[in-house]
């Protein structure tokens, strides 16, 4: 498991070779410094897996919302995450965080493939 923590923001990412998922778990604030730590230790976790045969799963419950300056990260994630067989978010708790995270998935067109739940129970895998 990767875990990154700071003032602002924080991650932990871990695969589960068994029911093969990625898991990312955010919290905080993000700022462009998270942002580029984030992309970092994602890429560590990531690039080894066959994105074809794994889910991803990542859980915003503890998330703040994003400035501006973010959502090009917030876009760049996404596309990265559509490369997966199955993406499931874990809504924030914040309902402004919802929206910004759904607004961003249909600018880079990828609502359809995404699925948005309010707590980890309605998690399915295929």
Same mark, same amino acid.
């Given at each position: /498991? ?10 932990? /990412? ?7 998922? %990625?898991?990312?778990? @955010?919290?905080? %604030?993000?700022?462009?410094?998270? =942002? ?9 976790? =990531?690039?080894? @897996?066959?994105?074809? *045969? ?11 919302? %994003? ?6 990260? @917030? ?8 490369? %997966?067989?199955? +993406?499931?978010?874990?809504?924030? =708790?914040?309902?402004?965080?919802? /929206?910004?995270?759904?607004? +961003?998935?249909? *600018? +880079? ?5 995404? #699925?948005? +739940?309010?707590?980890?129970?309605? @998690? #399915?895998?295929?």
């Amino acid at each position: /498991m990767t875990e990154s923590a700071n003032q602002q923001g924080r991650h932990e /990412m871990w695969v589960d070779p068994k029911t093969k998922v %990625f898991h990312i778990d @955010l919290f905080g %604030f993000y700022g462009v410094a998270e =942002a580029e730590k984030f992309f970092s230790d994602y890429s560590k976790h =990531a690039t080894p @897996l066959n994105k074809d *045969e794994y889910s991803i799963v990542i859980d915003c419950q503890g998330l703040s919302t %994003f400035k501006p300056d973010i959502l090009p990260y @917030l876009r760049d994630a996404y596309k990265a995450y559509a490369e %997966f067989k199955s +993406v499931s978010f874990i809504n924030p =708790a914040n309902p402004v965080g919802q /929206m910004q995270l759904k607004r +961003v998935a249909r *600018e +880079v067109n990828l609502q359809d493939k995404f #699925k948005f +739940v309010s707590n980890p129970g309605q @998690l #399915k895998f295929e």
